[in-house]
């Protein structure tokens, strides 16, 4: 599903990553994890098209992602890619339906295509009764099921999660976990988390560990 071959990454002389080798199978579940700096953001966004490497391949059930032009590229990150974030990156000015509409605007969707697959998501996850809410109206839980659904928008064969407990509570941190394991179950998505929380770690197929730029 996602062949990760090589990669090196450096921010002027710094060498974050030393040359990564990573297979992820489909449907898997990986947690990356390693101390701040280590390299485990970084490596996230290239796997997911967001930043490209120094050296090194990354292909995505067998497209060598890199060798795209910047154009197909995006296309293609936002068909095949779902993200959540620490933060949740909402727009605040959108309404929680408008959020998770997002990428299937970009795709140039008919709005009358996207609108009731949204509010499905949404409903699905919950927010039924919040989908004309906007985010500061909304819980930390409540913006990290929004993100959720944004990132299911697509129906995208891959999400990846960078902290996705990191801004939660107790509670929410657990709602999330039984989340992203049920998305894993109901679309069958291969998903990749960089987390410092154990507990979210523990729901993992596979823990991997990044030390100084490389897999441990």
Sequence with gaps: MIEVK????SFGELEVLKGVDLNVKKGEIVAIIGKSGAGKTTLLQIIGTLDRPTKGQVLIEGTDVFAM???DLAAFRNEHIGFIFQFHQLLPEFTALENVCIPAMIAREKETDYMPRAEKLLRELGLGDRLNH???ALSGGEKQRVAAARALMMSPDIILADEPTG????????????????????????????THDKELANIADRVIEIVDGVIK
């Design 134 to 136: 906007k985010p500061n």
């Design 6 to 9: 090589n990669i090196h990454k």
């Design 167 to 194: 801004s939660l509570d107790e509670k929410n941190k657990k709602e999330l976990s039984e989340l992203l394991l049920k998305l894993r179950k109901e679309y069958g998505q291969t998903i990749l988390l960089v």
């Design 69 to 71: 032009k910047d154009k």
